[in-house]
C-alpha cells in the first residue's frame, strides 16, 4: 500500500505563511537584540578604558605645555599625537556607543510591535475576515506601512551621518595629520589647525546630538510631551530660521508614554514634511496648536506655505500622513486635512487622553 502524504500537492494558505513569516522574524529579530546588547555592554567598557585613558594623556599634556619652552620638540610631538589620537579614538567609540544604543532601543520597539501584532492578526485570521489568495488584511498592511516607514527613516539617518559626522571624522583625521607635520615645522599654524580642529569637532558633536534627539529625545520622558515639542520647534526654529510658532491650551501633563511618542512623532513629521515643501518660500510660518481638555488632546499642524492636493497625497506612495492616520485611528480618534495647491495646509487628528498612572 503507497504511503499518503498529508497535504501533497495543497498550497499552503497565505494567512498561516505570513504569520509562519511573522515568527521567523520575531526570533531573528531578538537574535538580533541580543547581539546588539552585548555589544553595546562591550562598548561600554570599551568607552569607560578609553575616558580614563584621556584623562591620563589629557594631564599630561598640560604638563607639557607647562614646560612647551624647554622640553624637547619630539616630546611634544609625541604628548599632542598621543591626546589627538585619544580624542580621536574617544569620539569614534562614543559615535559608535550612540549607535548601538538607538540600535537596540529601536530594536526592543520593533520586537515590542512584532509581539503585538502576533497576538492580534491570529483573532483577526480566526475571525473569518483574512483568507483567500492575494488578500491584504487592515493588520498585515498596517505592519507593511510601519516597517517600511521605519526603514525610510533609518535610510533618511543614515544619508544625514554618512554626510555629516561619517564625512566630519574622516576630515579630523587629515587635519591631525597636518597637525602633526606642522609642529616640527610652523607651530603658530600647528596651533591654528588645532583650533580650527575643536571647532569642526564642535559643530560635529552638535550635529550627532540632533540626530540623536530625533531618534528619541530622552526629554520624553523626563519632561512629558509639552516640554519636548517646544524644545524641538525651538531647536528646529534655529537650525533652519523657519517662523515656527506654538500654541498650547489647556492642562499640560503626562499622558501613557506610548500615546507622548505618538503624538510627538505625528508632530515631528507633519511639522518636518511643511518646513521641506515650502523651503524656498521665505514667508512661510508654520503654526502647531495643542488643546487639551479633560477627555480629548487635539493637535493641529498648519502653514500658509504652497498647499497640495491631498487626494494625490493619498495615492501616492508616501507613507508620512497615511502612518499617522493609521495611529490616531488605532487609538480611537480621527484626522482631517484641509489643503488646496496655492492656500497652504492644516493637518488637524484628535485622539483620546490616556493618562500615565500616578
Not at 492642562?251 to 515650502?278: C, D, K, P, T, W
Amino acid at each position: 500500500m503507497a504511503l499518503q502524504v498529508p497535504n501533497a500537492g495543497v498550497e499552503e494558505n497565505p494567512w498561516e505563511a505570513f504569520l509562519k513569516e511573522l515568527d521567523n522574524e520575531y526570533e531573528q529579530a531578538q537574535r538580533t537584540l541580543k547581539e546588539v546588547s552585548l555589544m553595546l555592554t562591550q562598548s561600554q567598557a570599551e568607552l569607560a578604558k578609553l575616558t580614563q585613558r584621556n584623562a591620563s594623556i589629557t594631564a599630561h599634556l598640560q604638563q607639557v605645555q607647562a614646560q612647551f619652552d624647554t622640553m624637547p620638540r619630539s616630546d611634544i610631538k609625541m604628548a599632542y599625537n598621543a591626546a589627538l589620537d585619544a580624542q580621536q579614538r574617544l569620539l569614534v567609540m562614543r559615535g559608535q556607543l550612540d549607535k548601538l544604543q538607538n540600535d537596540e532601543e529601536a530594536l526592543r520597539r520593533y520586537v515590542t510591535l512584532i509581539e503585538k501584532v502576533r497576538q492580534i492578526l491570529p483573532m483577526a485570521g480566526r475571525g473569518g475576515k483574512i483568507s483567500g489568495k492575494g488578500y491584504s488584511g487592515s493588520g498585515s498592511a498596517m505592519l507593511e506601512m510601519v516597517i517600511n516607514a521605519q526603514e525610510a527613516e533609518r535610510q533618511r539617518l543614515s544619508r544625514q551621518m554618512h554626510d555629516g559626522p561619517a564625512q566630519a571624522l574622516s576630515n579630523f583625521i587629515v587635519q591631525t595629520e597636518i597637525v602633526a607635520r606642522l609642529l616640527d615645522i610652523d607651530q603658530a599654524r600647528a596651533k591654528e589647525e588645532m583650533a580650527s580642529l575643536k571647532d569642526a569637532a564642535t559643530s560635529t558633536f552638535k550635529q550627532v546630538r540632533t540626530f540623536i534627539f530625533e531618534l528619541r529625545p530622552m526629554m520624553l520622558d523626563d519632561l512629558g510631551l509639552f516640554p519636548t515639542i517646544k524644545r524641538y520647534l525651538e531647536s528646529l526654529k534655529e537650525q533652519t530660521g523657519c517662523d515656527i510658532n506654538i500654541n498650547i491650551k489647556g492642562s499640560e501633563r503626562r499622558y501613557q508614554s506610548f500615546l507622548e511618542v505618538m503624538i510627538f512623532r505625528a508632530i515631528q513629521e507633519l511639522v518636518g514634511n511643511a518646513y521641506r515643501h515650502n523651503q524656498e518660500s521665505p514667508r512661510v510660518q508654520i503654526t502647531v496648536s495643542l488643546v487639551a481638555d479633560d477627555t480629548t488632546l487635539r493637535v493641529s499642524v498648519s502653514d500658509n506655505g504652497k498647499g497640495f492636493d491631498p487626494e494625490a497625497v493619498e495615492k501616492s506612495s508616501s507613507l508620512g500622513l497615511k502612518l499617522i492616520r493609521e495611529r490616531v485611528e488605532l487609538l480611537g480618534g480621527y484626522m482631517e486635512i484641509d489643503a488646496g495647491i496655492g492656500r497652504g495646509a492644516r493637518i488637524t487628528f484628535q485622539v483620546p487622553i490616556l493618562e500615565a498612572e500616578a
